[in-house]
């Protein structure tokens, strides 16, 4: 019961370019988050949009939500080799009780 | 900070073997998770408790169980262990508030051989 898909699988840029990678969910959702994980470790929050918001940014981030369309997208402005990690979308689900459901990622490498 | 630990980065096993998986939170979270991750795969939702002795299956909760004795500690059961559990294991936690963040620990990479 997969509900979030990103997309593409990997992505790979020259340091200083933007990243943008998508995320796309099949059901109704109460917020949307996105995390990173640099490789072999656990995961680290990066930003929550909730189902009511349309843009939100927090530094060299901007995370947008179309709930018509089901799906956010993850911007990262001005990339540097610390970004290179890979970059998972959750969604909130509320169904009984509240769990959030992963995506399989977007690996990014950005080369120096 | 909110901290997460568990017990081991990394753990071999035999097949067979009952295998346990800690989990310590140091924040009061009435919530914690364990999910495996693996390639292509993304994170799967094995259980979740949201209260001390409260257990809810996820995705993926066969050949799996879990523990939950004191609020801080919640513990991943592998009653006799296969090759295709191998995998990487991680745990989070997260307040009571629905739409909180969960916070992860570093992960346990198992093997089972």
Known sequence: SQQGEEDPQALSIQEGENATMNCSYKTSINNLQWYRQNSGRGLVHLILIRSNEREKHSGRLRVTLDTSKKSSSLLITASRAADTASYFCATGVSSGTYKYIFGTGTRLKVLA | ?113
């Open chain 2, 1 to 113: 900070d909110v901290k997460v630990t568990q017990s081991s980065r990394y753990l071999v096993k035999r097949t067979g073997e009952k295998v346990f998986l800690e989990c310590v939170q140091d924040m009061d979270h009435e919530n914690m998770f364990w999910y495996r991750q693996d390639p292509g795969l993304g994170l799967r939702l094995i259980y979740f408790s949201y209260d001390v002795k409260m257990k809810e299956k996820g995705d993926i909760p066969e050949g799996y169980s879990v523990s939950r004795e004191k609020k801080e500690r919640f513990s991943l059961i592998l009653e006799s262990a296969s090759t295709n559990q191998t995998s990487m294991y991680l745990c989070a936690s997260r307040p009571g508030l629905a739409g909180g963040w969960q916070y992860f620990g570093p992960g346990t990479r198992l093997t089972v051989t």
